[in-house]
């Protein structure tokens, strides 16, 4: 999983646990009195922060590269103006930006920051590897494992195919492993989303 993702997915459960610990419920719904339009203004507000601290990260590294290169950047590629290029970066950050969404969907349905964060970190790293080794020993279940949401989401970010795909856990295809975890996200993000706005007010 990304380490930024990681690291920033509480910016999306954040913003709901704000809510319940310090009841300031009410106030957001008097600046923003439909409880739909407040969730999705959380759910665009953290996807967005996550996926512009995803960019300059990758900036810094761009420059951290270059200065321990002697102050050179490193040679431009040829294919920089083609798709292939630029896909696994485009790709990075949509993922980043999901990390968040998923972490309000599920903060919504669990009401737990503990539980939140535990889905979070346990659920890509060991869950999800685990059901997806066990699926594999049920041969009509075999290909179930790519289509498992973290997984997809980090064969989107493989823009090669061969050693990395043990890591990534898929051999979907980069944009087909994006539209599998983003189609994950926002299905996450509907359900916290029904749960938030039929829940009483704290």
Same mark, same amino acid.
């Given at each position: 999983?990304?380490?930024?993702? #990681? =690291? %920033?997915?509480? /910016?999306?459960?954040?913003? @709901?646990?704000?809510? !319940?610990?310090? +009841? &300031?419920?009410?106030?957001? $719904? ?27 990260? #990758? =900036? %810094?590294?761009? /420059?951290?590269?270059?200065? @321990?290169?002697?102050? !050179?950047?490193? +040679? &431009?590629?040829?294919?920089? $103006? ?32 503990? /539980? ?50 043990? /890591? ?35």
């Amino acid at each position: 999983m990304p380490l930024v993702g #990681a =690291l %920033l997915f509480n /910016l999306g459960w954040g913003a @709901l646990a704000a809510e !319940r610990r310090y +009841a &300031v419920a009410r106030t957001t $719904l008097l600046t923003l009195p439909s409880r739909g339009l407040a969730y999705l203004a959380k759910l665009l507000v953290s996807a967005v922060a996550v996926a512009a601290v995803g960019a300059f990260t #990758a =900036l %810094l590294a761009v /420059l951290t590269v270059a200065v @321990l290169n002697g102050g !050179r950047l490193l +040679a &431009v590629p040829a294919d920089l $103006l083609t798709w292939a290029f630029w896909q696994p970066c485009l790709n990075y950050l949509v993922v980043l930006a999901c990390w968040p969404v998923v972490a309000i969907g599920v903060s919504s349905l669990t009401r737990g920051r503990v /539980l939140t964060a535990l889905f979070m970190i346990l659920w890509p790293l060991f869950v999800e590897r685990l059901f997806g080794a066990l699926l594999e020993l049920v041969a009509p279940l075999e290909g179930v494992r790519d289509w498992l949401p973290f997984a997809s989401s980090r064969a989107a970010m493989t823009p090669t195919r061969g050693v990395t795909d043990s /890591l990534a856990g898929s051999d979907l295809p980069p944009g087909v492993g994006l539209a599998v975890f983003v189609a994950f996200a926002l299905l996450v993000a509907g359900a916290g989303a029904v749960r938030y706005v039929r829940r009483d007010v704290p």
